[in-house]
Every structure is written in C-alpha cells, then in structure tokens.
C-alpha cells in the first residue's frame, strides 16, 4: 500500500499462526473445541447464578457479567479465525478489522474495570461486614457495572480512533491472527506517531489505574484478615478472594508479558502465541477457576441437576 489515507486501505492480510495446512487444519479442530467449551462453561455460570436465588449476590452478579464479557470476548475472534484457519485464506476487509479491533479493544479494557469492581468488592465484605450489605446494594451493584462498561468503551474508542484515522503504508499482510490494534498500529506511516503518546498514554490508564486499585483492595483485606483472632475466619475470608486473585494475576500476567516487555517488537511470533492465552485460553479456564473449590456453584449445580426436568 503506498502512503495514503485510511481511507483508500480495502482489506488487511492476516498472516496466522502457521502456513502449513495440515497445522491450520489441527488448530482449527482444537480452537473449535476450546471455543465450545468457552461458551458452555460461562453460560453454566450465568445461568446457575439466575436459577439459584442463593447466589444473587453482588459477587456472583459481578461474576455473570464477566461471563457474559468472556463469552462475547472469544466470538469476536475465534469464529472469524477458524474460518482463516478452515479455508487457509487470511483476508479480511478494512471495515471488518476495525470493528473486530473496536470490539476487542472496548472488551478488554471492561474487562479491567469489571475485575477492579469485584476486588472493590471483597475489600468492602472482608474489611467492613456490618455495613457491607448496605452499602453493596444493587444500585450501587448496577453503578458499578455500568461505570465498568462505559469506561472500557470510552477509553477503547480513544485509542482505536487514532490507529483507524491514521493513514497506512508498506504492505497489508499483517503478521497476526486478528486485528490487534498494536499489530496493525505497526503499519501506520511515521508521520502519524504523533497520536502514538495519546494511545500509550490511554492504555497506561486502562492498565495501571485498575491495577492499581486492586492492589491497594488487597492490602487492606489482607491487614484486615491478619486481624482476625480465628484461624478459621482467616481461611474462610480468605477462600472468596482466592478465584478472583487467580484470575488478576493471570490476566494481568499475560498483558503485561504481552505489552510491557523490552524488545517487543522483535519477537512477533511470540506474541502471537502468548496472544491465544488471553484471546482462546483464559476465557476457557476462568469459569473453571471460579468453579473448581466454590462451594455455592456446587451446590446450586446439585439443586439444578436434583430437579425434576434433569
């Protein structure tokens, strides 16, 4: 492409993780499963939480709505990358990378908010119980989630409208599997970097802002829980923080591996490999994290499966 407006950009080449054709073929059979398995898992969650009325908690409606984000999360990329992989042709047109990039974008940066308001959360239940219940009501419940989607969706529309308005140049074959707006951003010409200090700017906001809350959450119920007299408090209060910790770790350790390394640039491949953990892998297991120990999701699976209709 020569060094034109945006405007003029038709379509993208999208590289893939390999060009040998049985390795595509592999990978699109165990994508498939592993999309499968997403889907099934984080529906079982949001439905056990509205069948169950045990568990219309504000933990559990924060979880469903990380549910429902992982669930959107996975068919915004697999499906478009299965049909990639299933025809070997990697082609995809300007307006659809923009919106799957949008849609990623906006997703990701929820996702960030929506975990900084469940660590909010269990601080305020672990660290003030007797006022926890009034406080966490479900207009503050709804408050909360509703500032978590607009903020993803805000900020996210910053950074994607400085890569999608600014004009391109070099070829179209992006050495990727979707549309991710730092691998695209690669092929903007130089005279557009001047929006460069905007999107890092943003995305240190989006990353280091929730972080950053969530560590302060979990220093305070930790002194809070080293206050406790009972060892069985302790391990009780600390067993409904334990899911949700897993899960920050895991997925600020893959962004942070991903993004905030030195000499990113020069390991593309790697990047796209640690790119299947949080685009195919941790929505997979996040369910299972939440599920695996969690008393509350055992039982209301034994109450759905003692009724009648089962």
């Given amino acids: 492409m020569r060094a034109e407006n945006l405007t003029f950009v038709t379509e993208f080449i999208l590289m893939g993780l390999s060009s040998h ?7 699109s059979v165990v994508f498939f499963l592993m999309y499968s398995a997403t889907i099934a898992g984080n529906l079982l969650i949001i439905l056990l939480v509205w069948a169950d009325p045990c568990l219309h908690t504000p933990m559990y409606f924060f979880l469903t709505h990380l549910s429902g984000l992982e669930i959107c999360f996975v068919t915004t990329t697999v499906p478009q ?19 799957q990039m949008y849609a990623l974008t906006c997703l990701g940066c929820t996702e960030c908010f929506i975990l900084t308001a469940m660590a909010y959360d269990r601080c305020l239940a672990i660290c003030s119980p ?34 999608i308005s600014a004009p391109f140049c070099g070829s179209n074959r992006i050495n ?5 707006q730092a691998a695209v951003f690669k092929y903007t010409c130089k005279e557009a970097h001047y929006v460069e200090p905007i999107i890092l700017f943003v995305s240190t906001l989006v990353l280091v802002g929730p972080f950053s809350v969530i560590l302060t959450s979990y220093g305070c119920i930790l002194y809070s829980v080293f206050q406790m007299p009972s060892r069985v408090g302790r391990r009780k209060a600390l067993s409904t923080c334990t899911s949700h910790l897993v899960v920050v770790i895991l997925f600020y350790s893959i962004l942070i591996f991903t993004y905030m390394r030195p000499g990113a640039d020069a390991v593309i491949d790697r990047d796209k490999q640690t790119a299947v953990l949080y685009i195919v892998v941790t929505p997979l297991i996040n369910p299972i994290i939440y599920s695996l120990r969690n008393k509350e999701i055992h039982r209301a699976v034994g109450k759905v499966l003692r009724r009648p209709g089962f």
């Fill in 176 to 180: 990727h599997f979707f549309c991710e």
């Fill in 21 to 27: 054709r049985k390795t595509q073929i592999l990978l």
């Fill in 130 to 163: 007797l006022v926890y219940a009034a406080v966490m009501s479900r207009k503050r419940q709804w408050q909360l989630i509703s500032a978590s989607w607009a903020s993803g969706f805000l900020l996210a529309s910053v950074n994607v409208t400085c890569t």
């Fill in 81 to 99: 990358m299965l049909v990639h992989l299933m025809t070997g042709n990697g082609a995809i047109s300007f307006t659809r990378c923009a919106a």
